[in-house]
């Protein structure tokens, strides 16, 4: 009995103690909030089937795009503010610390901090801003990071979690997905895929596209419209210095596949 008694009395003081951790990281995350973008890719246009849901184009009426927008970091449980991310998982699983505590996560757990914020925002923009490398770059020598994602691109042709058809994704005039899957979905490449192909579809000018659904995105909706893409001039500043610096080492890759070529021809 006392050992039962000491125990449950050791259990209460902890309870106690991780409830004030618990209030500490809160009041700490709400004055570090600030105003600005987002860092989950997420389609904010779910428009019901008014009017306004549809436009009347050269071609006939067509559906309002989707808008892309970057937002907040959330907790991936209950959408609450996050305090911690795991250390090995390649998705971004954030949790509050009641969701950390309920989730029993098979990986350790880090804090999660301000600065990890704008890393991931950044690191996000910049997976939009591969988007055209994503759908449809076929170049054998590219930027390494261009050769890295083209997994989402054959990943999409044999996913059967993917919606099968465009038609899957629209409910009542509006697109219902987001950059980390459909929703009710979990597949983070199918997602992060078709977002791909609305921006892709936006700037396609070709009347026979090879990219998957480019054709019957721009059937339905009126990709002529205001930029569908919603980003800072500050984040696509930094995206493009990034590309930079990407395509340099492109060039000096090509230059010395240029240079093992011809001593190739003069042996």
Same mark, same amino acid.
């Given at each position: 009995?006392?050992? #039962? $008694?000491?125990?449950? $009395?050791?259990?209460?003081?902890?309870?106690?103690?991780?409830?004030?951790?618990?209030?500490?990281?809160?009041? =700490?995350?709400?004055?570090?909030?600030?105003?600005?973008?987002? @860092?989950?890719? %997420?389609? #904010?246009?779910?428009?019901?089937?008014?009017?306004?849901?549809?436009?009347? /184009?050269? &071609?006939?009426?067509?559906?309002?795009?989707?808008?892309?927008?970057?937002?907040?970091?959330?907790?991936?449980?209950? !959408?609450?503010?996050?305090?911690?991310?795991?250390?090995?998982?390649?998705?971004?699983?954030?949790?509050?610390?009641?969701? @950390? =505590?309920?989730?029993?996560?098979?990986?350790?757990?880090?804090?999660?901090?301000?600065?990890?914020?704008?890393?991931?925002?950044?690191?996000?923009?910049?997976?939009?801003?591969?988007?055209?490398?994503? +759908?449809?770059?076929?170049?054998?020598?590219?930027?390494? /990071?261009?050769?890295?994602?083209?997994?989402?691109?054959?990943?999409? &042709? *044999?996913?059967?979690?993917?919606?099968?058809? %465009?038609?899957?994704?629209?409910?009542?005039?509006? +697109?219902?997905?987001?950059?980390?899957?459909?929703?009710?979905?979990?597949?983070? $490449?199918?997602?992060?895929?078709? #977002?791909?192909?609305?921006?892709?579809?936006?700037?396609?000018?070709?009347? #026979?596209?090879? *990219?998957?659904?480019?054709?019957?995105?721009?059937? &339905?909706? !009126?990709? &002529?419209?205001?930029?569908?893409? *919603?980003?800072? !001039?500050?984040?696509?500043?930094?995206?493009?210095? *990034?590309?930079?610096?990407?395509?340099?080492?492109?060039?000096? =890759?090509?230059?010395?596949?240029?240079?093992? !070529?011809? %001593? $190739?021809?003069?042996?």
């Amino acid at each position: 009995m006392a050992s #039962t $008694s000491s125990s449950s $009395s050791s259990q209460s003081k902890s309870d106690s103690v991780f409830s004030e951790e618990v209030q500490e990281e809160v009041e =700490r995350k709400d004055e570090e909030e600030e105003k600005g973008d987002d @860092a989950r890719l %997420l389609e #904010t246009n779910e428009a019901n089937t008014s009017d306004s849901s549809r436009v009347q /184009t050269n &071609t006939g009426q067509k559906l309002l795009p989707p808008i892309i927008r970057i937002e907040r970091c959330r907790c991936v449980r209950c !959408d609450g503010e996050p305090v911690f991310s795991c250390k090995q998982c390649k998705q971004e699983i954030l949790l509050c610390m009641r969701c @950390a =505590r309920r989730a029993n996560h098979p990986h350790p757990l880090k804090s999660f901090r301000r600065n990890d914020e704008k890393i991931l925002l950044l690191r996000r923009h910049l997976t939009l801003s591969y988007h055209e490398h994503i +759908v449809s770059c076929q170049r054998s020598i590219c930027m390494e /990071t261009c050769l890295e994602s083209r997994y989402a691109r054959r990943h999409f &042709t *044999v996913c059967n979690d993917r919606p099968r058809q %465009l038609r899957d994704i629209i409910n009542d005039g509006g +697109v219902v997905f987001n950059g980390i899957g459909c929703k009710g979905n979990s597949c983070f $490449s199918c997602g992060l895929f078709i #977002t791909c192909m609305f921006l892709h579809a936006k700037r396609c000018q070709l009347s #026979t596209c090879h *990219v998957a659904w480019c054709e019957e995105i721009r059937d &339905t909706f !009126d990709m &002529t419209s205001n930029d569908i893409y *919603v980003v800072s !001039d500050e984040m696509r500043n930094k995206c493009e210095n *990034v590309h930079k610096a990407e395509w340099k080492k492109v060039e000096d =890759r090509l230059r010395g596949q240029l240079v093992e !070529d011809i %001593l $190739s021809i003069a042996l």
